[in-house]
Nanobody
Framework: QVHPVESGGGLVQAGGSLRLSCAAS????????LGWFRQAPGKEREFVAA????????VYADSVKGRFTLSRNNAENTVYLQMNSLKSEDTAVYYC?????????????????WGQGTQVTVSS
C-alpha cells in the first residue's frame, strides 16, 4: 500500500505561485497513479490533476489547465504539483491520493489511499 503525505501549502497573493509535494511510503510507489483533489468549505471534493505510474501521461481539470503542472520523481517517492497564476477560487484544502490502475482516474470514489491534506489560501 501507498500512504501519501501532502506538504507545501500556505498563503499566497493572487497571481503568485506555489508548489505542493506528495510524498508516499512504500516500494510500490512507482506502480500507482497519483491524483490531486481539492475541497473548499461547503463544497464537494473536486478533481484537480492526475499522473500515471511512469509519469508520462497527465490529465488536468479544465479550471487549472495551463496553470498547474504535475510531475513525479519515483526515486524520491514524490509527486509535485506546480501551481502558477493562482486565483482566489483556488483556495481549498488540497489532497493527494493513490490508486492502482491502467487508465487515469478522475473520480474521487475510485481512489483508496488519501493524505491528510494541505491548506492553500490565495488572497486578493
Amino acid at each position: 500500500q501507498v500512504h501519501p503525505v501532502e506538504s507545501g501549502g500556505g498563503l499566497v497573493q493572487a497571481g503568485g505561485s506555489l508548489r505542493l509535494s506528495c510524498a508516499a511510503s512504500g516500494r510500490s510507489f512507482s506502480t500507482y497513479m497519483l491524483g490531486w483533489f481539492r475541497q473548499a468549505p461547503g463544497k464537494e471534493r473536486e478533481f484537480v490533476a492526475a499522473i500515471n505510474a511512469n509519469g508520462r501521461n497527465t490529465v488536468y481539470a479544465d479550471s487549472v489547465k495551463g496553470r498547474f503542472t504535475l510531475s513525479r520523481n519515483n526515486a524520491e517517492n514524490t509527486v509535485y504539483l506546480q501551481m502558477n497564476s493562482l486565483k482566489s477560487e483556488d483556495t481549498a484544502v488540497y489532497y493527494c491520493a493513490a490508486r492502482f490502475g491502467y487508465d487515469l482516474e478522475t473520480m474521487v470514489s475510485r481512489y483508496g489511499s488519501w493524505g491528510q491534506g494541505t491548506q492553500v489560501t490565495v488572497s486578493s
